[in-house]
C-alpha cells in the first residue's frame, strides 16, 4: 500500500542514510505517537542544497500554521474571544482543542503535526536555525514519511 506523506522531518545529520535513520529510530521508540507501520524513502529525503528544500519546508511551516489557525478558529466559535475566559472554560470540546492548539506551539509532536523540526523539538524553525542551516545546508536534511494506521496517540483515542 503506498500511503502520502505525513510528517516531513528536520534533522541534522552527516548523510542522507544517517538522517533516515534518525528519523526511523525517533519514530519507533517515540511514547507519543505510535504507528502501526511507517515508510522512509531514502530517495525522498534531500538537503538544503536541493532547491526543493525551502519549498518543502515552507509548506510544511504553512501546513502547521493553518492547522494553529483551524484550532483558534475552532475556539473562537465555542465563544473563546479574550484570554481572560480561559480560566472558566468548561472542559470538554473547546479545552481539548486548547490542548492540541498548545502542543503544537510547545513542540510535542502529534498526527496532525505536517512538519516536525527534531533539530530543536520544534513545529517551527528558530531564527538561530535558520542561520544556522545557511551556513552548513550540505547538514540539514528533510525527511518525508509515510505513515500507516495510527495505533496509540497521546493527543487522539485510537479505537
Known sequence: MDYPVSHTFLVRSRSKTLAGRHVQRYLASNQLITYAE???????IHNAV????????????????????????????EGLIHLNQLVDLEQGYATKILHTLTHLLDGFIGIDSAFYNLVEDSHRVSAKLADAIAAEPELYWLVPVRTGEVTVSVLHRVD
Do not use: C, S, T, W
Open 50 to 77: 536541493d532547491e526543493r528544500f525551502q519549498v518543502d519546508l515552507d509548506r510544511g511551516l504553512a501546513a502547521n500554521r493553518a492547522f494553529a489557525q483551524l484550532m483558534l478558529d475552532h475556539l473562537k466559535e
Open 38 to 44: 511507517f515508510i522512509v524513502r531514502e530517495e525522498e
